[in-house]
């Protein structure tokens, strides 16, 4: 220590002269990123140190570093409209203040910045890391400077005693009191119920329920705002105006600059791509239908760069827009073809999308493959005892000259069900001036693994008392019953894009999610070896949803606009919520309850598929199974015993806030949960919830623009029913059935709306961080953890070359399909990080980040 000593004496001695032999100098390189333009950090911004290893007598603290150590200069490196700035600085310390444990940030400037990390370069040529990657107010708002701990783990019981209060004043600052209005530079975390959806003040048409805390309407928690309630409705929050999105949420969780700018960037690119093809409409006085399919690849996919449009709309636009913000949409309508790019689902074949084998394959590998599931029952039964009216006449003849029963037991008749969730809800949407169904859909295996719709029953309430009148149709390729079965299947799809966005996709990940995100702030310091797991996985999930609250599920939002539940989009998630469990959401437990998979204690999972042409359960355990590995050796690495876990504070903390408050409306669900009360039960735990965040997610959401970016193929809504025989509409099908299917369908504002939506939802961002990487190779100081991480990598490098082998398999037919779309959704990618963006239909992000 003497010799390391002397050399920092002799590299620093002629920038801090002093006669005190015993101390010496400490080299910081501190980085930070901010808008261009913006006035960096100055010398009013100061950093100090705590000691981990020795002790002040006088405040129960690590030792403090002397004096407040400022920021000058700095070297400055552009990444578009974001600034890196590199600063170089030094600590002076005493030789009794031993290793720096914790290192204390004021702002005193005027402006807030992000900082990224700090590295200290040690005596004995080793360096501390701080990950921060947090917002860093001024200290004249803010009144506290800001805590951050080295990368290193500590479970409760093993914490330094100099870091002790620290962890525990750290863990209460984050609570807050629950009272008052959130400023943006708040740190707080807490719960509240989504009171935030309706505007009552402008009206009953914009009144929602509250969802969350009541038996009628359970729901996830989301982070609690505290804005004003409205004057109309004291239950309700008012809302910020639409030009402020920026609902609170607690700087930690905020954008980084880079994706802030990049998804405002992608939104404008999106607005564009939607505003042209409209006004193209009006100028061709052709404001509510395409007229074609022709049409619909032509207007949006193919449109030519009409100058004189643009000029119109730049005109408009400038009326309302701020300078800024028009001279970036002014560049993309320069810069870029006015159309969206060509979905995968016609890339290759303008009409594969229309056969009934794509319309199977995509149950089980587009973008909602976790909801078919193996028929229990025949006929089916409602949840209510209503029974079905297909009957096995209609499909008895198409089984590969089975019985009904033979093939139920080897578990070849599958079911698509969109009826019980949607029955009680369907009479008040179709007030809607929509014409929605519940359906129906069975399909059988056959011996090649592909998928053979058997038939489809669509179903409407006939009064309030659960009596119902259905139609079922049966397949045909040609003529008249061809074009009704075409019909019935676009139904279908509208039940299923329903589904997809407002339960797979917005409730079992991002709503879910956000409750275990407060949880782990609140209960588990950041040196607690399973926030450090965790971390990652929770990465710009609070400032998504709360994005998606200020203009996607709000009363008016354009989920609302578009999908057709409407008004009751968000109360008919409620209403599945009272069913979810979060034990089930593991991918193996999933697919034994959906009866796809056994039990078989010789597979790596644990299950063993039933059908193995199923590309998202067969990936998906794959994935399953690298993660739940990584977990449990991350796990064993910090909690030797059971006792271990059970005496850990912090995270019984943790489980019993999740159970009681963040998802407090299933408390009383013992089947919802497991103990924490093992290491086996914590594995699993942590497991499920990487799996939700990640790759459940990923599956869900990047194959959005692939198969929905094509609207006959997934619509969102229907604005007619299938024509009965004998009707004045029955004879305007027969006429040209397909015209009445694109009449059918969401008008040509809605449906290119739709499509801007997905496009921005569909693509990553540059900043993208994929599961098997972190954002920092230095996370933690731990070589051990850092060495099983890299086994976590290499092990998802094998999950990608057993799926690029299972896409040039032949005999695996539901891998590719009439469409000719490889299933990548739930390829990891982790080798490409930060190098492919947008939509790329592939890559596993670690959290539910877009």
């Known amino acids: 220590m003497m010799q390391g000593l002397a050399k920092l004496r002799a590299q620093f001695g002629h920038l801090y002269p002093c006669t005190n032999h015993d101390a010496y100098a400490i080299k910081a390189t501190v980085v930070i990123s901010r808008k261009s333009g913006c006035a960096k950090p100055g010398k009013k911004t100061t950093f100090r140190l705590y000691s981990r290893t020795h002790l002040d007598l006088n405040t129960g603290r690590g030792k403090l570093s002397p004096g407040e150590v400022s920021l000058r200069k700095g070297k400055k490196t552009k990444h578009g409209v974001i600034e890196t700035v590199t600063y170089q600085v030094s600590f002076i310390l005493g030789e009794d203040f031993g290793v720096p444990g914790a290192i204390v940030v004021k702002n005193g400037d005027r402006n807030e910045f992000f900082l990224r990390f700090v590295i200290l370069e040690l005596y004995d040529i080793h360096s501390i890391h701080f990950d921060c990657n947090s917002w860093i107010y001024p200290f004249k708002k803010t009144n506290a400077d800001r805590v951050f701990f080295a990368n290193a783990s500590y479970l409760p019981s093993q914490t330094p005693p100099s870091l002790e209060d620290l962890r525990r004043e750290e863990l209460l600052s984050l609570r807050g009191n629950g009272r008052g209005e959130r400023k943006e530079w708040e740190r707080i975390y807490d719960y509240d119920r989504y009171n935030d959806l309706g505007e009552p003040d402008k009206g009953q048409d914009h009144v929602r329920p509250v969802l969350g805390g009541s038996k009628e309407y359970p729901y996830p928690r989301r982070g609690r705002t505290g804005r004003p309630l409205s004057s109309k409705d004291r239950a309700t929050e008012t809302r910020n105006k639409i030009i402020n999105l920026d609902f609170y949420v607690p700087p930690d969780e905020h954008f980084s600059p880079i994706k802030l700018s990049e998804f405002i960037w992608n939104s404008i690119q999106a607005v564009v791509h939607f505003v042209i093809p409209e006004l193209k409409s009006f100028f061709q006085r052709d404001l509510l239908n395409f007229e074609s399919f022709a049409q619909i690849k032509k207007d949006l996919y193919h449109g030519e760069h009409n100058r004189v449009i643009e000029g119109f709309v730049m005109q408009k636009l400038k009326d309302f827009l701020p300078q800024d913000l028009y001279h970036k949409v002014s560049k993309v309508i320069k810069e870029n073809p006015i159309k969206f790019p060509v979905p995968q689902v016609i890339a290759t074949d303008d009409s594969a999308w229309t056969t009934d084998e794509e319309f199977g394959r995509e149950m089980l590998a587009g973008l909602n493959p976790a909801v078919i599931r193996c028929l229990q029952t025949f006929p089916p039964v409602g949840r209510e005892g209503t029974q079905s009216s297909i009957t096995a006449s209609h499909i008895e003849d198409k089984l590969d000259g089975l019985t009904i029963e033979q093939a139920m037991n080897e578990r070849r008749i599958l079911i698509l069900d969109h009826h019980d969730y949607l029955m009680p809800y369907l009479r008040r949407i179709n007030e809607q001036k929509v014409c929605v169904y519940a359906s129906r859909t069975l399909l059988f295996v056959k011996k090649d693994g592909t998928l053979e719709p058997l038939v489809i029953e669509l179903n409407l309430p006939v009064n309030g008392r659960g009596e119902e009148t259905s139609r079922v149709f049966l397949p045909a390729s040609q003529g008249t019953e061809g074009a009704l079965w075409q019909l019935a299947k676009a139904h279908v799809a509208a039940n299923d894009s329903g589904h997809h ?240 299917y694109l009449e059918m369908l969401p008008d040509r504002f809605t449906t290119t709306l739709g499509i801007a939506l997905i496009e921005v939802l569909s693509g990553h961002t540059a900043d993208e961080v994929y599961l098997g990487q972190r954002e920092s190779t230095t996370w933690t100081d731990d070589g051990e953890v850092l060495r099983m991480f890299q086994e976590f990598g290499e092990n998802l490098r094998r999950v990608e070359k057993k799926i690029e082998e299972r896409n040039r398999n032949p005999r695996l037919k539901n891998r590719r399909g009439p469409a000719n779309v490889p299933y990548t959704l739930l390829y990891p990618d982790i080798s490409n990080m930060g190098t492919d963006k947008g939509v790329t239909g592939k890559g596993i992000p670690n959290s539910v980040s877009i």
Not at 515 to 544: C, E, G, V, W
Not at 560 to 573: C, D, H, R, V, Y
Not at 678 to 695: E, H, R
């Open 501 to 740: 966005q407002l339960i797979s996709h917005w409730l079992y990940t991002h709503a879910t999610v956000e409750p275990f995100i407060i949880a782990t702030r609140r209960q588990l310091s950041t040196m607690h070896p399973i926030y450090k797991l965790l971390d990652p996985h929770f990465k710009d999930n609070m400032h998504i949803n709360s994005l998606a609250r200020s203009i996607l599920l709000n009363a008016g939002g354009i989920l609302e606009k578009t999908m057709f539940p409407g008004k009751f989009a968000l109360e008919l998630s409620s209403a599945v919520y009272q069913s979810w469990r979060f034990s089930e959401q593991a991918l193996p437990a999933d697919l034994l309850k959906r009866g796809l998979a056994v039990e078989d204690p010789g597979e790596p999972s644990g299950v063993r598929l039933l059908l193995q042409d199923y590309p998202y359960a067969a990936d998906g355990l794959d994935v399953w199974t690298a993660i739940k590995a990584w977990v449990a050796n991350y796990c064993r690495h910090f909690y030797r015993d059971d006792e271990v876990i059970i005496s850990d504070g912090e995270i019984q903390a943790w489980w019993q806030e999740i159970r009681q408050i963040g998802h407090g409306d299933k408390r009383n669900d013992e089947e919802c949960w497991l103990p924490l009360n093992s290491l086996a039960n914590l594995i699993q735990i942590l497991t499920t919830l990487i799996w939700i965040a990640s790759a459940l997610h990923a599956a869900i959401n990047f194959g959005q623009y692939g198969y929905a970016g094509y609207p006959p193929n997934r619509p969102t809504r229907c604005r007619k029913f299938i024509p009965a025989e004998g009707t004045l509409e029955y004879a305007d099908f027969l006429r040209d059935p397909d015209k009445y």
